[in-house]
T-cell receptor, first 116, second 110 residues
Framework: AQKITQTQPGMFVQEKEAVTLDCTYD???????LFWYKQPSSGEMIFLIY??????QNATEGRYSLNFQKARKSANLVISASQLGDSAMYFC?????????????FGGGTRVLVKP | NAGVTQTPKFRILKIGQSMTLQCTQD?????MYWYRQDPGMGLKLIYY???????DKGEVPNGYNVSRSTTEDFPLRLELAAPSQTSVYFC?????????FGPGTRLLVL
């Protein structure tokens, strides 16, 4: 079974609107971390936001927020007030078993295209 | 700080050739990682290291080798390149939770 699932291969969003990118995960660990990375067409991987499994509040970083629903094992990324520069691939990733090197498992990604 | 640097940016290899992908970080991070990204896919872990002298296999280690003689450097060695190793290779490092990535090396094996 996939550990990280991103069910939306691609989506369009109108400039200045909000968009939600879905991410569900599967783990039996009690302590884990969830990450979102952005990969623009230039190819680099840019860290956006992190949520720890014990964090009670949803993480926020500027226009990015992470809607963490632990019981549903989901960690959706919300981008508010979309900008043309938000057009990119977005990857959800999970860190399990901190004692084993903080390794990340990535989802397949969601491509976002922001329309003017 | 340069962060994580990778060389080369792009390389074409012939089947059976070998090469080393270089990765250096200047953030004094203990953890370092090598991932590959095939077209249209997410990243898969090849090898990782929790500190100098310590390395371990990730999800897709076959055909690769690594070493970690210093905190800063984590080279990835490809022996006997195969077309299946055509990919983009990312190196990353972390102190604790967040991994920071290098710009990637695009490798084409023909």
């Amino acid at each position: 079974a996939q550990k990280i699932t991103q069910t939306q291969p691609g989506m369009f969003v109108q400039e200045k609107e909000a968009v939600t990118l879905d991410c569900t995960y599967d783990t039996s660990d009690q302590s884990y971390g969830l990450f979102w990375y952005k990969q623009p067409s230039s190819g680099e991987m840019i860290f956006l936001i992190y949520q720890g499994s014990y964090d009670e509040q949803n993480a926020t970083e500027g226009r990015y927020s992470l809607n963490f629903q632990k019981a549903r094992k989901s960690a959706n990324l919300v981008i508010s007030a979309s900008q043309l520069g938000d057009s990119a691939m977005y990857f959800c990733a999970m860190r399990e078993n901190k004692a084993a090197g903080n390794k990340l498992t990535f989802g397949g990604g969601t491509r976002v295209l922001v329309k003017p | 700080n340069a962060g994580v640097t990778q060389t080369p940016k792009f390389r074409i290899l012939k089947i059976g050739q070998s090469m080393t992908l270089q990765c250096t970080q200047d953030m004094n991070h203990n953890y370092m990682y090598w991932y590959r990204q095939d077209p249209g896919m997410g990243l898969k872990l090849i090898y990782y290291s929790v500190g100098a002298g310590i390395t371990d296999k990730g999800e897709v280690p076959n055909g690769y080798n690594v070493s970690r003689s210093t905190t800063e450097d984590f080279p990835l060695r490809l022996e006997l390149a195969a077309p299946s190793q055509t990919s983009v290779y990312f190196c990353a490092s972390s102190a604790e939770e967040t991994q920071y990535f290098g710009p990637g090396t695009r490798l084409l094996v023909l």
